[in-house]
């Protein structure tokens, strides 16, 4: 029997929670600092994933084993770093791998190392500034800047307007527009096709793949609008077939894999392969080195496998033995947001949801608990999500069951997987 604090406050980690929930190895949850939903199945504790002796105290408090990492910052600020050599294992790669997802140019050098398709890209900083204009002026079609570094999920920037892309160049660079992120900005070959998400668990040897997903970014109907952490998600997309995932498999995931060997990096976690499938090809768009949100929500229900057994498993390097069941079902989740959101919205809205709910799960992601009410505390406020033989069934359950939950301002896309 494991105890086991999940780091974050999202629909991830409570997504995450309710499957580690589930499992006869598990023995007391923590989150860090978690929100209404985790406090349910689990036990709260106000501490800040990126204050590591705040964590390392709760570690000795309530005798942790294992701490899992959701999201990206306390990774790329070392967090396994840090815990290394203590009592206590860490899912989630050290600081050199988590640069994967923490420099894009570090990303780009690694794919172009192992041969890994994606983007080509040129790295722009203060000294090499004009020829990041040159490249802008040679670009047939749209223009894409990314802030080198981690700028909450804002830092990429598609123009089509060649005098906009230098203005926004010279915004990041000079004028530092994202900050120390993007003081080094990369220009990449513009991709279109249809975009994906694979996750997959690995040791730094072995791997299981994870169920795909797809996300579902743009706050408006039709993928319009601004962009946002996620407003829904679809496990499996009916266009991903074999043959697309054959190739994921051959030409990312074990190049990446080996690479990750190769480099000698500390990597027992999750990678998220954000790609592209660009006329059959499919090629790297973006590493993450954590789980999505709100992928999570729909790929973790699909998991019938143990999730603590998978994780006792990474840690004994031993995770290419486990066995990986899946539901044939599809998934679909929705996210209910507040009025405003992504640019500024209130928060303490009273939550309610009816005692009626039938066949959908609701994990909580900014939500809190005042006096006896459970009130809004963030952006993304709930995910809720349905299985069905194919993703418009299960969408329909869950739009059926969100005429169930109010607070004031809700919002959420009735479109998701419009385009499948
Ligand atoms: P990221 O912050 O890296 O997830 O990028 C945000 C979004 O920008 C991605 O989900 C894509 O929709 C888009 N994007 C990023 N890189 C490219 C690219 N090279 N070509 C086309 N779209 C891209
Ligand atoms: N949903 C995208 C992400 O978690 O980065």
């Known amino acids: 029997m494991h105890n086991i604090l999940i780091l974050g406050s999202g629909g991830r980690e409570h997504a995450l929670g309710w499957k580690l929930d589930k499992s006869p190895l598990t023995d007391k949850i923590y989150f860090g600092p978690g929100n209404a939903g985790t406090a349910e199945i689990g036990h709260n504790l106000d501490l800040s994933p990126l204050n590591f002796t705040e964590v390392h105290n709760a570690v000795r408090e309530y005798k942790i084993d294992y701490i899992l990492v959701g999201p990206e910052a306390p990774l790329v600020n070392g967090i396994t770093d840090f815990f290394r050599d203590k009592e206590v294992k860490v899912i989630g790669p050290g600081k050199d791998a988590a640069q994967l997802e923490g420099s894009k140019s570090f990303a780009n050098a690694f794919m172009d190392k192992y041969g890994i398709p994606t983007a080509a890209s040129v790295n722009i900083t203060k000294q090499n500034i004009e020829d990041g204009y040159d490249l802008i002026d040679r670009t047939q079609g749209p223009i894409v800047l990314k802030a080198d570094g981690l700028a909450a999920g804002k830092g990429v920037l598609i123009l089509e307007d060649k005098a906009e892309a230098k203005r926004q160049l010279k915004a990041m660079i000079i004028n530092t527009k994202f900050g120390k992120a993007s003081e080094k900005v990369v220009i990449e070959e513009f991709l279109d096709g249809i975009e994906f998400s694979v996750f ?43 043959k697309l995932m054959k190739k994921v498999r051959k030409q990312i995931i074990e190049p990446t894999v080996k690479g990750i060997n190769n480099e000698k990096f500390d990597y027992k976690g999750f990678i998220f392969f954000g790609l592209i499938n660009v006329d059959g090809q499919p090629k790297v768009i973006e590493y993450n080195v954590r789980m999505g949100d ?41 996210m209910l947001v507040s009025q405003g959101y992504p640019e500024a919205y ?71 997987g419009f385009d499948l």
């Open 200 to 242: 997959v668990l690995t040791d730094g040897e072995g791997y299981q793949i994870l169920p795909v997903a797809k996300d579902y970014k743009r706050i408006g109907e039709g993928d319009t609008g601004l962009n946002t952490g996620g407003m829904g998600a679809i496990s499996p997309p009916p266009f991903v077939d074999e």
């Open 294 to 334: 709100p992928e999570t929500e729909a790929v973790i229900p699909r998991i019938k496998s143990d999730l603590m057994d998978l994780f006792v498993k990474l840690h004994k390097g031993k995770i290419n033995k486990a066995e990986l069941e899946v539901k044939k079902k599809t998934a679909a989740t929705i």
């Open 346 to 416: 209130e928060k303490g809205k009273p939550i309610t949801i009816d005692q009626s709910i039938e066949k959908s799960l609701v994990f909580h992601a900014g939500t809190k608990k005042k006096d006896y009410d459970t009130v809004t505390n963030g952006g993304r406020v709930l995910a809720v999500t349905s299985f069905g033989k194919d993703h418009h069934t299960a969408l329909k359950k869950s739009l059926d069951n969100i005429s169930k939950i109010h607070f004031e301002g809700m919002h959420h896309r009735k479109d998701i």
